[in-house]
């Protein structure tokens, strides 16, 4: 990852073999495709410029979101929207949030659009789920 948080776009062609291996063994399981934490890494790229670890970052650690409440982390300053949430992270609220912030918490104050594409978004959700 480098350091403005653009990163990783010489990896995807570097990786694109062990990609196109992992898709056709997924065509193989049947259409039940497991989602790619791999990839929801990239997909992180749009998030982690503002949810990294540093002290002075515009967006609060989603180390452990998975399962968290909202608002929960004591060293960040949340919008009140966001504190009157009271939301538990759990995979629906996440999708819900992460497709449309606005719509999920009216008000509160990230500044995305939201995340469009369904794989996108299973992706995203696979690598939160391990990121601690
Ligand atoms: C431009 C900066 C920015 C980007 C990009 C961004 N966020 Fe945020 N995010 C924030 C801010 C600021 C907040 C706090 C909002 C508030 O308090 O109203 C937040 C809050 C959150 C929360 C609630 C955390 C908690 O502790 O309750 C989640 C979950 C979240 N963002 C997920 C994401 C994901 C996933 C992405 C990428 C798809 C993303 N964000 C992209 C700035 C950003």
């Given at each position: 990852?480098?350091?403005?948080?653009?990163?990783?776009?010489s990896s995807p062609r570097a990786s694109h073999p062990l990609r196109l291996a992992a898709i056709l063994v997924m065509l193989a399981a049947g259409p039940a495709t497991a989602a790619d934490?791999?990839?929801?890494?990239?997909?992180f790229q749009a998030c982690a410029s503002c949810h990294s670890e540093r002290?002075?970052?515009?967006?609060?650690?989603?180390r452990g979101v998975l399962g968290r409440?909202?608002?929960a982390l004591e060293d960040f300053r949340y919008s009140n929207p966001m504190k009157?949430?009271?939301?538990?992270?759990d995979e629906i609220n996440l999708?819900?949030?992460v497709i449309d912030p606005q719509a999920k918490v009216k008000g509160n104050r990230m500044p995305y659009?939201?995340?469009?594409?369904p794989n996108d978004v299973d992706d995203l959700i696979a690598y939160l789920k391990v990121l601690k």
């Open positions: 990852m480098t350091e403005d948080g653009t990163v990783l776009s934490a791999e990839h929801g890494k990239v997909v002290p002075d970052a515009i967006g609060p650690s989603l409440k909202s608002a009157r949430a009271n939301l538990t992270w999708r819900e949030y659009g939201g995340l469009h594409d």
